[in-house]
Structures are given as C-alpha cells and as structure tokens.
C-alpha cells in the first residue's frame, strides 16, 4: 500500500447559512450555518421522544406516564 495514493472521496454536502443568526458572535457559525441533515436530526428529536413516551416499551427511556393507581383498585376502562 502505498501513502502517495489518492482514493475517490465524497463530495461534501451544502451548508445552509440563516442570514441574520449565522453572524451572532460566540455560537453563530457553530448553530447556524449547517447541513440540512443536522436540522432534520435536531427535529427529529422531540418527536422521537414523543413518540417514545406514547409507547408501553419506551415508557422509562423517554419519561412516559407511571400508573398512579393504588394496590387492589381496578383499572378504568
């Protein structure tokens, strides 16, 4: 294997730049001037964690309704 060997790379993706926000001095360039897909995964968040806490099985892993029936009463239906 030789180190002076150059391999076919991907392109990189455009960065989506908010005007006025992109230019806020300590967080503007680090917040707001990244790929589509880093909006979509910050979006996709609460709305897995909604989802998740709607779930028997994600009821623990996203903070989901415990039963607060005492011992021996019947559930509502």
Not at 10 to 37: C, D, H, M, T, Y
Not at 57 to 69: F, K, V, W
């Amino acid at each position: 294997m030789a180190f002076n060997q150059s391999y076919p790379r991907l392109g990189s993706i455009n960065s989506i730049r908010l005007p006025w926000l992109a230019e806020l001095p300590v967080v503007g360039k680090a917040l707001f001037v990244q790929p589509l897909v880093v909006y979509l995964a910050v979006a996709c968040v609460p709305l897995l964690a909604r989802l998740l806490s709607r779930q028997q099985c994600g009821s623990g892993a996203a903070g989901g309704r415990r039963s607060t029936r005492r011992t021996g009463e019947a559930a509502a239906v």
